[in-house]
């Protein structure tokens, strides 16, 4: 999914607008493209939603990531996953 516009997008605005963004909007490749401090960003947000949507995200994030993202990614994700009360496996899943 192309996203135009996203580029000049914050940290912040992503998170104060992501009220209004439909379920299948990405932010994973916005987070792998985009400075590392603006995918740890992103990372915590698709944590905060936890959506099965967002997990997947996280996901390939931690997957795809430079290592200290990667890192960060997999820690959020457990993090998520714990919240729903699932396993970092089954998160990933």
Known sequence: MQMKGWETFTPASVL??????????EL???ALERSASF???CAGVLAD??????LD???RIAQRAI???????EETL???AKRRGLTFDEAAD
């Open 28 to 30: 994973d490749p916005l």
């Open 67 to 73: 290592p200290g993202l990667r890192q960060t990614a």
């Open 16 to 25: 104060s607008n992501w009220t209004w963004m439909s379920e299948r909007t």
């Open 57 to 59: 995200q996280l996901h």
């Open 49 to 54: 939603i936890g959506s099965d949507s967002a």
């Open 78 to 80: 457990a993090w998520a």
């Open 39 to 41: 995918g740890k960003h």
